[in-house]
């Protein structure tokens, strides 16, 4: 058996996964898997700058997280499972197979239509936005405890502020979306 590269160690349990998610517990760990590691790379470590997730990682794949870490995963464990989620909506629903293409359905349940998945989607993605704010935060409020803390960008507190919108309208929906305009550096990190 091929050894496990420490790029493929998600960080948080699934427990964690689904506890922040609307993903059920029922949903086999190999689907939603590829989702964890393609948000965890693309959305965590930006924030968390490769050394960082790279320490987490290697605590978790040896169970010694220290206690600092322990913390910050808690931090982590929204906005991951939100991105996980908003990654594998649309593959969850569907199967691809040498032939077609096929819609999942159940006797017991009933499928959203194409809007309603837009909407969910959306409302997924704001959440998991709210949760990188919060973990952003949370690392400026405690990164004395961080020192491998090397996020990808020089200053990753920049904030977004509404103006007066715009008149797109997507996933053919009704939904406002504002136009978003940067604000200045809330000066957390030293320039």
């Known amino acids: ?20 998610s609307g993903m ?12 964890a590691v393609l948000a965890q790379n693309y959305f965590i ?3 968390l700058g490769t050394p960082l997730l790279e320490e987490l990682q290697a605590q978790v794949e040896d169970d010694d997280l220290t206690p600092e870490n322990k913390a910050l995963i808690i931090k982590i464990a929204p906005c991951l499972a939100l991105y996980t989620e908003y990654l594998a909506m649309r593959s969850l629903a569907y199967s691809v197979t040498a032939k077609s293409i096929t819609k ?3 006797e017991n349940s009933e499928p959203i239509n194409e809007k309603e998945l ?8 704001t959440r998991a936005e709210m ?16 020192s491998l803390w090397r996020p990808e960008q020089p200053c990753i507190c920049e904030k977004f502020e509404p103006t007066d919108g715009d008149n797109k309208r997507l996933f053919n929906t009704q939904i ?15 320039k």
Do not use: W
Request: aromatic share 8%; charged share 30%.
């Open 1 to 20: 058996m091929a050894k496990k590269k420490l790029t493929d160690t998600v960080i948080i349990s699934q427990e964690l996964m689904m506890l922040h």
């Open 24 to 35: 059920s517990k029922n949903l086999p760990v190999d689907k939603v898997f590829p989702f």
């Open 45 to 47: 470590e930006p924030i």
């Open 104 to 106: 999942e359905k159940s």
């Open 118 to 125: 837009g909407e969910l989607i959306l409302d997924i993605q």
């Open 131 to 146: 949760s990188q704010e919060l973990l952003i935060k949370y690392l400026c409020r405690c990164k004395d405890l961080y």
């Open 176 to 190: 406002y979306f504002p136009n978003k305009v940067k604000k200045i550096c809330c000066g957390c990190k030293d």
